[in-house]
Every structure is written in C-alpha cells, then in structure tokens.
C-alpha cells in the first residue's frame, strides 16, 4: 500500500470524492477517512498523519471539510429519520455531540435548619443523617 503524498494527485482524488461521494463507485451515504484510504490506496493512519500533520496545510484543510460535511450530513439526516439513531449518534459523537446531562449539586446534606457540615462532630452528623434518611 502506497504512503507518499503526491501532492495535486492527492488533493484532486480526495476533491473528486468529496464532490461526489453518494454517486462514487463506493456509494457512501456519509463522506469518511475510511473511504479517502481507500480512493488515495492508503491506510486510514497515513491519511490521519497526513490530516493532522504540518507538512500539507492543503489536505488538511480539505480533510476538515471532509469532516465538516460528515458532520452536517449525519445532523440533517438524523433529524430527519433517513439514518439510524443509534449510528447517527454514534457518528456525531467524534463531531463534539452527546447527550450527556451535567448536573451539579452543592449545598449541605440535611433537613431545613439542621444541615451537615465539614466542622460538625462525626456523631452528631451521622444522627442528622440517620434522621434525614428515615423520613425519606
């Protein structure tokens, strides 16, 4: 399998793909580094060390709105139902999305007027705690 960059070869087969990815012989319904390896005839880690890499600033940009498109596709077709959830949200998890809930709690453990604190005596807080989670 081949590793050397051939600059504008390089850049015109990944442009063709891009232009054309639904209707290239490989038919993908989303654009992917995996199918750049396959049109450039190189392993996907020599397209991410090319991508990531600063010695072809031109295919890395190309690569971002590769990954851009990806991610614009899953979105919209998620939204629409003309992908599987399970896969969109698969697929949009490399692109930053989650649904992840974050939720902070802060505050003393306790009922009103009688809170747990750091300074309080060990046994007179494990007699709050004990009293809280009874009326629980």
């Not at 639904?22 to 020599?46: G, K, M, W, Y």
Request: charged share 20%; aromatic share 6%; proline share 3%.
């Amino acid at each position: 399998m081949a590793t050397k960059y051939d600059g504008a070869l390089t850049l015109a087969l990944v442009e063709n793909y891009l232009a054309c990815y639904d209707c290239h012989p490989f038919n993908d319904q989303v654009p992917s580094i995996a199918a750049v390896a396959r049109v450039l005839s190189v392993t996907r880690e020599t397209v991410k060390t090319w991508m990531h890499g600063t010695n072809h600033p031109e295919f890395t940009v190309l690569m971002d709105h590769l990954l851009a498109e990806q991610e614009r596709v899953l979105l919209n077709k998620g939204l629409v139902g003309g992908f599987n959830s399970a896969i969109t949200k698969l697929g949009l998890g490399s692109h930053g999305y989650s649904d992840r809930q974050e939720t902070n709690v802060s505050g003393a453990i306790g009922v009103v007027g009688q809170n747990i604190t750091e300074d309080m005596d060990p046994k007179e807080a494990s007699r709050l705690y004990q009293e809280m989670l009874s009326k629980c």
